[in-house]
């Protein structure tokens, strides 16, 4: 252990290099470096005088004077000891001073700067609006599938109470038959000669007369082509004047406007997330269209011939008689349509026109109007990284036609018309979706 005695006023004070600080310690070094006799001073101090060194001392003093070269002894230890090693420990430390100046710096390298910061969104930032974009998500979707199974087990309710309807009303029936049967054998017990089987009764459709157009019907379809084009070319000016073309939530609107310049016309709009994907949702659509639509509830189509109906690839052109059921009353019409599928490169559109001629209304003959049926259906991803759900949205305009002079005003039964075929329109776009439903689960679970 090393130790300096030190005189401060006449008082000695013995101090170990381990109660030194860094400061004493750059301090004692600097007047190493400027003075080195003081250095030399202070590692001699650092040594005790040993026995033999006093002895030495006092033979000098009484000795006489010898030749400097004679009294020269070979140095067997470093005067500069301490010296040395205090450069040592100074190398030492800058190294590491300079060690830590380099972790610093690569640190702050690594630290983004205050401007960076507001310039580029943070790993919390961004990891935060993930996560908020995935609630949104998860919210919209889980809320389909609410809807969905709410529709199915509402409907699978419905079915089961039909299904008991029709099991009372078929004991009523066996019941009827048996007493049916009972009768006929004593008919024909009594009446043998004159009785015969009954034949089977077929069902007769009514067949109303078309309204009176002096067109033929290919020039009905080429006018309804025509305006098919027209149907297609403002669909994406037309979804943005409504707001369909920003609305990702489902939402359902029926409404009847007033208007001077283009007189009455109904509107309904319907947006519809279906948890499957686009390919699969626009071919279940069209299949509604070319099929499904005759298992519609309290519709029934029929046609006058199997030549009415047309279908390519993507192009649909029929006529057929319609007998719809709504607020308890019954309407029947007669309907020339055209539809048409379009693919595009991130959505299916559907367009289609309509000339929807009113027969009978309320069991009574009804002639002078003719309603124009536009409709239109955009099936596309729900959001941009959705890939398996799907918005399906539907636009239907109908503006009622007027003719043999009559006028809005002057058609008596023109506001009851028009607002079943509201009520009507507006049950068909929620039986469809039902039909849609059924068909894309049934699907998903046949390829499970």
Same mark, same amino acid.
């Given at each position: 252990?090393?130790?300096?005695?030190?005189?401060?006023?006449?008082?000695?004070?013995?101090?170990? *290099?381990?109660?030194?600080?860094?400061?004493?310690?750059?301090?004692?070094?600097?007047?190493?470096?400027?003075?080195?006799?003081?250095?030399?001073?202070?590692?001699?101090?650092?040594?005790?005088?040993?026995?033999?060194?006093? &002895?030495?001392?006092?033979?000098?003093?009484?000795?006489?004077?010898?030749?400097?070269?004679?009294?020269?002894?070979?140095?067997?230890?470093?005067?500069?000891?301490?010296?040395?090693?205090?450069?040592?420990?100074?190398?030492?430390?800058?190294?590491?001073?300079?060690?830590?100046?380099?972790?610093?710096?690569?640190? =702050?390298?690594?630290?983004?700067?205050? %401007?960076?910061?507001?310039?580029?969104?943070? /790993?919390?930032?961004?990891?935060?609006?993930?996560?908020?974009?995935?609630?949104?998500?998860?919210?919209?979707?889980?809320?389909?599938?609410?809807?969905?199974?709410?529709?199915?087990?509402?409907?699978?309710?419905?079915?089961?109470?039909?299904?008991?309807?029709?099991?009372?009303?078929?004991?009523?029936?066996?019941?009827?038959?048996?007493?049916?049967?009972?009768?006929?054998?004593?008919?024909?017990?009594?009446?043998?000669?004159?009785?015969?089987?009954?034949?089977?009764?077929?069902?007769?459709?009514?067949?109303?007369?078309?309204?009176?157009?002096?067109?033929?019907?290919?020039?009905?379809?080429?006018?309804?082509?025509?305006? *098919?084009?027209?149907?297609?070319?403002?669909?994406?000016?037309?979804?943005?004047?409504?707001?369909?073309?920003?609305?990702?939530?489902?939402?359902?609107?029926? =409404?009847?406007?007033?208007?001077?310049?283009?007189?009455?016309?109904?509107?309904?709009?319907?947006?519809?997330?279906?948890?499957?994907? /686009?390919?699969?949702? %626009?071919?279940?659509?069209? &299949?509604?269209?070319?099929?499904?639509?005759?298992?519609?509830?309290?519709?029934?189509?029929?046609?006058?011939?199997?030549?009415?109906?047309?279908?390519?690839?993507?192009?649909?052109?029929?006529?057929?008689?319609?007998?719809?059921?709504?607020?308890?009353?019954?309407?029947?019409?007669?309907?020339?349509?055209?539809?048409?599928?379009?693919?595009?490169?991130?959505?299916?559109?559907?367009?289609?026109?309509?000339?929807?001629?009113?027969?009978?209304?309320?069991?009574?003959?009804?002639?002078?109007?003719?309603?124009?049926?536009?409709?239109?259906? /955009?099936?596309?991803?729900?959001?941009?990284?959705?890939?398996?759900?799907?918005?399906?949205?539907?636009?239907?305009?109908?503006?009622?036609?007027?003719?043999?002079?009559?006028?809005?005003?002057?058609?008596? =039964?023109? %506001?009851?018309?028009?607002?079943?075929?509201?009520?009507?329109?507006?049950?068909?776009?929620?039986?469809?979706?039902?039909?849609?439903?059924?068909?894309?689960?049934? &699907?998903?679970?046949?390829?499970?």
């Amino acid at each position: 252990m090393c130790s300096l005695l030190a005189t401060d006023n006449g008082v000695s004070t013995d101090l170990s *290099l381990r109660d030194l600080t860094s400061e004493d310690i750059a301090e004692l070094t600097n007047l190493i470096l400027i003075d080195a006799t003081a250095a030399s001073v202070l590692t001699a101090l650092e040594q005790p005088p040993t026995l033999d060194q006093e &002895q030495q001392s006092e033979e000098r003093r009484t000795s006489t004077p010898q030749p400097v070269a004679a009294r020269k002894k070979p140095i067997r230890w470093d005067p500069n000891r301490a010296r040395n090693q205090r450069k040592q420990e100074l190398i030492y430390l800058r190294k590491q001073v300079a060690d830590l100046e380099t972790q610093l710096t690569a640190v =702050q390298a690594k630290k983004p700067r205050l %401007g960076d910061a507001q310039r580029e969104p943070t /790993v919390s930032d961004e990891s935060t609006s993930i996560v908020a974009k995935a609630v949104r998500e998860t919210s919209v979707i889980a809320t389909a599938w609410h809807q969905i199974a709410r529709r199915q087990n509402q409907k699978r309710v419905e079915v089961e109470r039909e299904n008991v309807r029709l099991r009372v009303v078929l004991e009523n029936q066996l019941k009827i038959a048996k007493s049916l049967e009972s009768f006929l054998i004593r008919k024909i017990a009594t009446k043998a000669e004159k009785m015969t089987l009954p034949t089977p009764r077929k069902h007769l459709y009514h067949m109303y007369p078309v309204i009176k157009d002096h067109r033929t019907d290919s020039e009905i379809f080429d006018d309804l082509a025509e305006g *098919l084009s027209e149907s297609y070319a403002e669909l994406d000016t037309l979804f943005v004047t409504t707001g369909l073309a920003y609305m990702e939530k489902p939402h359902f609107s029926a =409404q009847i406007f007033c208007d001077g310049r283009v007189s009455m016309y109904l509107e309904i709009f319907a947006n519809q997330v279906l948890p499957f994907d /686009v390919r699969s949702t %626009g071919l279940a659509v069209w &299949q509604h269209f070319r099929h499904a639509k005759e298992r519609t509830p309290s519709r029934h189509y029929y046609y006058d011939s199997p030549k009415k109906m047309e279908v390519t690839d993507n192009t649909i052109v029929e006529t057929f008689n319609l007998v719809h059921y709504a607020k308890g009353t019954s309407a029947n019409f007669r309907v020339n349509q055209i539809v048409q599928r379009h693919y595009e490169e991130e959505r299916i559109v559907v367009v289609w026109r309509a000339f929807i001629d009113p027969v009978e209304f309320s069991d009574a003959p009804l002639s002078g109007v003719r309603f124009l049926e536009k409709g239109y259906i /955009v099936i596309k991803k729900l959001v941009a990284d959705a890939e398996k759900y799907t918005l399906l949205q539907s636009c239907y305009i109908i503006n009622p036609l007027f003719s043999d002079g009559w006028t809005e005003d002057d058609h008596p =039964q023109v %506001g009851a018309v028009t607002d079943f075929v509201l009520s009507a329109t507006a049950a068909n776009i929620s039986a469809t979706s039902e039909m849609l439903e059924t068909v894309l689960l049934e &699907q998903t679970i046949k390829s499970s």
